[in-house]
């Protein structure tokens, strides 16, 4: 139909790119931002938001899978980009000046149509095998062919539904290979475990470290994202940007004074408080308060990151937005749990 | 049976709406849509049905709203009269809100509106 084709070449001026990052190489992640951000993309949300996946960095079997996953769920017309391991700036480049042309041509379009429509038939069905055996007392069958969840007593003491749900890997602004597996009470989470994906396997070859400075720009970066207040956030990536190529002076002290002076966020964030007695205010305020310290030239030393055992028993207690917040601001150590094992092959696996 | 004609016309406008979008819709698009797709949670499969309650303060602050409701309907046709009818029904408007009131304080002192 003619009128496709203007409407596919428009829709590809701006495309909406699912960022997946691989554990281990936050420096690609941190590359793959900036190039999305320069251009002027979207970066998506979900994948029925997206139209280009960009894999950054070689994922393990775990993380594979679900990026076959969210493969299958991206509506047509679509496009994978996968980087490798030892990617930089300018492959990346490379790559995404093919997306708009790829994105704009209807043939292509219609063939991943009939691709994701057949796909998404054969392999749904094994995603739930498993819950066609323990329902023998269910005479309706539910859709998706799901389990209920059972009930458990909450907090008040009260019968209230326990609901299993695999926090996953590919969330915006979520630590990369991070699943945490929550049950949640009403929008209450009573217990988390976390695990990072691909933790046994052999890790990725050790890059090049994110400078301090970077990283602390990129925390504060993520908790201005998830308490949904986009300009500073993007200002915060910004200026980790700048630190990355080598300008560390661009403008710090504008941000703190704007994040500082914010009533509404500080009251947001204020009672929000983890087990152990921190709560997300004051670790912003901590991060933000280490930023002044390395921009002054004080020496400053390595924050302790939390590992995925301990986040677990930090998020029990609180509810769901709250519970991502304190994800952001405690920033786990997910390229360490994946380093740890990783000592014994390098490439050529 | 002319009451009628503008419901009528409403509904036909919107009736006209609905299918002009799902015409261009089914027009534009490039392939037939997947169907049969389990909610997407970041990347990992639902393990149970979603369907559960919400937790039991969403329901007492739902009840206390529909308190206030009622009592909304009853001071939408006062507002239109109580300049002709004068100070006593004034008197008797705030005698109902104040008895609203007091109810909520005690649900308040009860720990109803409890919120962690």
Do not use: C, K, N
């Not at chain 1, 203007?6 to 001026?13: N, S, V």
């Not at chain 1, 554990?23 to 992640?29: E, F, H, K, N, Q």
């Not at chain 1, 997206?50 to 993380?63: Q, S, Y």
């Not at chain 1, 057949?118 to 323990?134: E, K, S």
């Amino acid at each position: 139909m003619d009128l496709t084709d203007p409407l596919l070449r428009f829709a590809a001026r701006v495309p909406h790119v699912l960022l997946v990052p691989v554990p281990g190489r936050p420096g690609l992640r941190m590359d793959t931002e900036q190039v999305v951000a320069h251009r002027g993309w979207w970066e998506a949300t979900s994948p029925a938001d997206a139209d280009a996946l960009l894999v950054a960095g070689r994922p393990g079997p775990e993380l594979d899978a679900v990026v076959e996953h969210i493969w299958r769920r991206i509506p047509a017309p679509r496009i994978r980009v996968d980087l490798d391991d030892g990617g930089t700036a300018a492959d990346l480049e490379v790559m995404l000046d093919s997306v708009p042309g790829s994105l704009a041509d209807p043939r292509r379009a219609r063939a991943e149509a009939t691709a994701a429509a057949t796909a998404a038939d054969v392999t749904d069905h094994t995603d739930h095998g498993g819950g066609h055996h323990h329902d023998h007392h269910m005479d309706m069958p539910l859709p998706g062919g799901l389990s209920m969840a059972d009930v458990a007593e909450d907090r008040d003491g009260l019968a209230l539904d326990v609901l299993r749900l695999p926090l996953g890997p590919v969330l915006p602004d979520w630590p990369a290979g991070l699943v945490v597996d929550v049950e949640l009470q009403g929008d209450v989470v009573t217990a988390a475990g976390a695990r990072v994906l691909d933790a046994a396997g052999p890790g990725p070859a050790a890059t090049r470290p994110v400078p301090t400075a970077a990283r602390g720009r990129d925390v504060v970066a993520r908790v201005l994202a998830v308490a949904g207040w986009p300009g500073p956030a993007a200002r915060a990536r910004d200026l980790r940007d700048r630190v990355r190529a080598g300008d560390p002076t661009a403008d710090l002290a504008g941000l703190l004074r704007t994040v500082r002076r914010s009533r509404v966020l500080r009251l947001m964030l204020r009672r929000i408080g983890d087990g152990h007695g921190a709560d997300v205010a004051g670790l912003l305020e901590q991060r933000l308060a280490r930023l002044d310290a390395y921009a002054a030239g004080a020496a400053v030393d390595e924050l302790q990151r939390p590992g995925p055992a301990d986040l677990g028993a930090r998020l029990a207690g609180a509810e769901l937005a709250a519970a991502r917040l304190l994800v952001a601001a405690l920033d786990p150590d997910v390229d360490g749990a994946v380093a740890g094992v990783g000592d014994g092959q390098e490439d050529g696996r | 049976m002319d009451e009628f004609v503008p419901l009528a016309i409403l509904a036909g406008v919107v009736l006209a709406g609905v299918a002009v979008t799902v015409g261009v819709s089914r027009l534009v698009r490039v392939g037939p849509v997947a169907g049969d797709l389990l909610p997407y949670l970041g990347g990992l499969p639902p393990v149970e049905h979603a369907v559960s309650r919400f937790h039991v303060r969403w329901y007492a602050v739902t009840m206390v709203f529909l308190a206030f409701d009622m009592e909304m309907i009853f001071m939408y046709p006062w507002t239109l009269v109580v300049a002709t009818m004068g100070t006593g029904a004034v008197v008797e408007m705030f005698l109902f809100l104040a008895i609203l009131l007091a109810g909520v304080v005690y649900a308040w002192r009860e720990g109803a509106l409890r919120w962690t």
